[in-house]
């Protein structure tokens, strides 16, 4: 089974990056699923369900992932109980239940794989539960059968995302960090078994601070003062990896990185002085 799993969309840019390369990437790679980190989908904080919808529905998005941010939008916290393909970071403080944190989804090929979502607590909400307690919970959910286990850890130390990947190295297919909103260059597979990057990279703007304009971004770490705080728009890379595992045992045998530039000439907006992104 092949997966293709992007890294946190950041706003229009991200969303646009992500509608940019998906069809040529269905047809180079031919995936099974694709998996998306949405939690900065909607003008970079949160997920509206109109863009959850333009994920799955338009774009075939088969899960959306989530993180620190899955609540920003207050109208997305009752849509997310009834959305069918949508995973919560289960041990966060305002999610606690490890039941959100794992989804069984049937590919359009007929194949099951389990998607899971946990959270970091190290730099992070000191309120959210450990990781690996919450972990041990998901995984005794996953029937027996469905052999495919995919973790999206979201955590800003590169430690903490290591430290549970090498705790779960032979238990799960792969394991790949989001949050950081950086690449990382250390995919490998860990004990023969079990693919590993620390971070996917985000899915948007690069001409910015993590996302973000960067005159704003700039501005806080000089003063602190947080104001306008928008996505950025310009330089859109996808960051994205590609997994084959062994249905039959669950075994990672490849993983690959991708780093993908929209072309500059496709940049419909090459300010990033303009007015606030209204995108959701
Ligand atoms: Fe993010
Ligand atoms: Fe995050």
């Known amino acids: 089974m092949r ?17 940019h390369f998906l069809p040529s990437l269905r047809e180079r790679f031919n995936p099974d699923a694709v998996l998306v980190n949405g939690e900065n989908a909607a003008g970079g904080f949160g997920l509206t369900e109109k863009i959850y919808d333009q994920l799955t529905n338009q774009l075939g998005v088969d899960c959306v992932t989530m993180g620190n941010h899955w609540s920003d939008k207050r109208e997305f916290i009752r849509f ?7 995973v919560l970071p289960a041990n966060m403080m305002n999610v606690n239940d490890p039941a959100k944190g794992v989804r069984v989804i049937t590919t359009k090929s007929g194949k099951q794989l389990a998607v899971m ?7 992070m909400h000191a309120d959210n539960l450990s990781p690996f307690a919450h972990l041990e919970k998901m995984l005794n959910l996953i029937p027996q059968s ?4 995919v973790l999206d850890i979201h955590a800003e130390a590169t430690s903490e995302k290591q430290g ?5 190295a032979g238990r799960v297919s792969l394991i790949y960090g989001t949050h950081s909103h950086v690449p990382t260059a250390d995919e490998r597979i860990l004990g023969g078994r079990t693919g590993f990057i620390t ?4 899915t948007g703007p690069y001409d910015s601070v993590i ?4 005159e704003a971004a700039i501005k806080r770490l000089m003063t602190g003062e947080k104001k306008n705080f928008q996505p950025a728009s310009r330089d859109r890379w996808l960051c994205a990896v590609v997994a084959d595992m062994d249905e039959d045992d669950g075994r990672c045998v490849s993983i690959q990185r991708l780093r ?8 419909p907006d090459r300010s990033n002085d303009g007015p606030e992104e209204k995108d959701d």
């Open 117 to 123: 979502n946990i959270i970091g607590k190290t730099f």
């Open 199 to 202: 971070d996917v990279g985000m």
């Open 164 to 168: 549970v990947a090498q705790h779960l």
């Open 211 to 214: 996302g973000i304009r960067k």
């Open 260 to 267: 993908l530039e929209v072309p500059e000439h496709d940049v």
């Open 146 to 149: 469905v052999k495919v286990r």
């Open 80 to 86: 997310a109980e009834q959305a069918d393909r949508i």
């Open 3 to 19: 997966v293709l799993a992007i890294g946190d969309i950041m706003g229009k840019a991200g969303r646009q990056a992500v509608g």
